[in-house]
């Protein structure tokens, strides 16, 4: 815990218990980045075996969630936590709820490898494996600026997520010029599509968390704030202090 910089407790217990729920979101987002990194497998090399373990393993994810969550409730019940402990608190609560819909993007894309693409589809995998990995980096790198509540890495993956989204506009293009050519193709571009705008949001995801560190960092919430303000943050002008 002294890595963020937060305040020691009389008691030793509480501080165990933060660093306890802190040890297990990390835990429950190596779970969730395996899962993704085998559902792209599984959908560029249609391996509906490793695509049916993801989608077995999402239930776990899931009872992770409820499990951090419920010692999250604990600790605001019983510790009442204030200033930066509370914001980790409630950081950890949100961070969770991100991952474990990540997790429901891997089992979606997982569904996708028990469908059968054509030889002619190959390049069309390849593109949807490329922004695969391109977001599976993204969920590391979040992580990790997670782990050591990093607002400069933070910022730095934030800005990543335009990349992932030109990715997304040309494989949209791509698969629009297949249903063109060939009209036979149109139930497998459309699952394909969905494939696409699935893992485009698990960079909308990333963004998500990023936005819970600068909630941690700053003690504001941007979720909502104006393009203005945010763009300053970005760019390094935000002049605000870091609370307590």
Known sequence: MDNLN??????????????????????????????????????????????????????KVNMMEVSIDEACVRIIAKRQPTASDLRLVMAIIKTISE??????????????????????????????????HHTI???????????????????????????VDQEYEGIVRQLMTYMMEDPRTIPSVLTALFCARAIERIGDRCQNI????????????????????LDKLLTGDDSSSTPA
């Not at 059968?116 to 995998?125: A, D, E, V």
């Not at 990023?210 to 303000?229: A, L, M, N, S």
């Open 99 to 132: 991952l474990e819909r990540i997790g429901d993007v891997a089992e979606k894309i997982s569904r996708t490898a028990l469908e059968k693409f054509g030889q002619s589809h190959q390049p069309l995998l390849v593109s949807l494996e490329s922004m695969g």
């Open 6 to 59: 937060l305040n020691k407790h009389i008691s030793g217990q509480f501080n165990a218990e933060l660093e306890h729920i802190r040890t297990q979101v990390l835990t429950m987002g190596g779970m969730v980045e395996q899962q993704l990194t085998d559902a792209i497998t599984a959908m560029h090399n249609q391996d509906g075996e490793l695509a049916q373990q993801v989608i077995d393993g999402d239930q």
């Open 137 to 163: 980096q993204m969920l590391h790198d979040v992580l990790d600026a997670f782990a050591r509540m990093d607002l400069n890495a933070a910022i730095e993956i934030y800005r990543e997520d335009k990349k």
């Open 210 to 229: 990023c936005e819970i560190i600068f909630y941690f960092v700053k003690g504001q919430d941007f979720r909502h704030v104006g393009g203005d303000q």
